[in-house]
């Protein structure tokens, strides 16, 4: 089975990114993809501030990145690019850390007006890591999600249809990039 990681690089919690972020891991299990999530900000703070590669803390999320035939990577963005705790938590991978990996950029924000921060500054850093095969980013501006009193979201209807389109996207790439790494696997 296809398995997902989704990196949750919100500050805090419960916040909209995180939520939209829970929602697109829910989707991909109803099309048999197998996920978890990751949440940055539940790593040491010490170890992200002081870039603390060696860091015991750090094995199991590597572990997690290294298993995963895809990643989703979640941020909501302050001042016109993705937060600090998520920077420096990619500082401390390894460099070809997601080399094969299929990545599905997710971002909230204030406005409309930050839509390219993902591009032009999430995007680079991740091509630094090895990224190559990205799926269409899907941002979402606040008002389009509105959390619900009991714990899920209602999205906005472009921000429904352009996270389903992503997802399934998402879905087809990962099964296809398993399917072809089990056929060059040694017998």
Known sequence: MAYVLAIAGSPSHPSRTYSLLEDATQRLQQQGIETG??????IAAEDLAYGRYDSPALEQPKALIEKADGLIIATPIYKASYTGVLKAFLDLLPQKALVGKVVLPLATGGTLAHYLSIDYSLKPV???LGARNYISTVYAIDKQIQRLGEGGIQLDDEVEQ???LSIQELAIAVTQAQAASKEL???
């Open 126 to 128: 991740l091509s630094e």
């Open 185 to 187: 696997a040694p017998a």
């Open 37 to 42: 999530i990751l949440s940055v900000r539940d």
């Open 162 to 164: 352009r996270l389903n």
